[in-house]
């Protein structure tokens, strides 16, 4: 697959232990069906410190207290447009979240050459 050099970065903020209707956890769900809708790739990260729009507390990582629902971002490179229709697909399953969109210039996107 080849990127424009002018790419979008798409970033979803949820939590860790967020979940669908159907009990699937969101994050996994998010990235599957990025796969599925043929984007260039996506990425999760697991905060280890922070809170959002719901939070009571801040969620942190401590040795004593290990957090089941720490902050999570999904990042995904690609065009505008291809990010936009993803976005439009999933908005409606994220209950709690915050996504942003924003311009990223892309320097290589390759595959491992065999």
């Given at each position: 697959m080849?990127?424009?050099?002018?790419?979008?970065?798409?970033?979803?903020?949820?939590?860790?232990?967020?979940r669908?209707?159907?009990?699937?956890?969101?994050?996994?769900?998010?990235?599957?069906?990025?796969?599925e809708?043929?984007?260039?790739?996506?990425t999760?990260?697991?905060?280890?410190?922070?809170?959002?729009?719901n939070s009571r507390?801040i969620?942190?990582f401590?040795?004593?207290?290990?957090?089941?629902?720490?902050?999570?971002?999904?990042?995904?490179?690609?065009?505008?447009?291809?990010?936009?229709?993803?976005?439009?697909?999933?908005?409606?399953?994220?209950?709690?979240?915050?996504?942003?969109?924003?311009?990223?210039?892309?320097?290589?996107?390759?595959?491992?050459?065999?």
């Amino acid at each position: 697959m080849l990127l424009q050099k002018e790419g979008y970065l798409l970033r979803i903020f949820i939590g860790e232990s967020d979940r669908r209707k159907n009990g699937e956890l969101l994050y996994e769900w998010i990235v599957r069906k990025a796969k599925e809708e043929g984007l260039a790739g996506a990425t999760v990260l697991r905060g280890i410190m922070g809170f959002g729009a719901n939070s009571r507390f801040i969620h942190t990582f401590k040795i004593e207290r290990l957090s089941e629902d720490m902050p999570v971002v999904i990042e995904m490179v690609d065009t505008r447009g291809n990010l936009e229709r993803f976005l439009d697909m999933v908005e409606s399953e994220i209950g709690a979240g915050l996504a942003t969109l924003e311009k990223a210039e892309v320097r290589f996107y390759r595959e491992e050459k065999q």
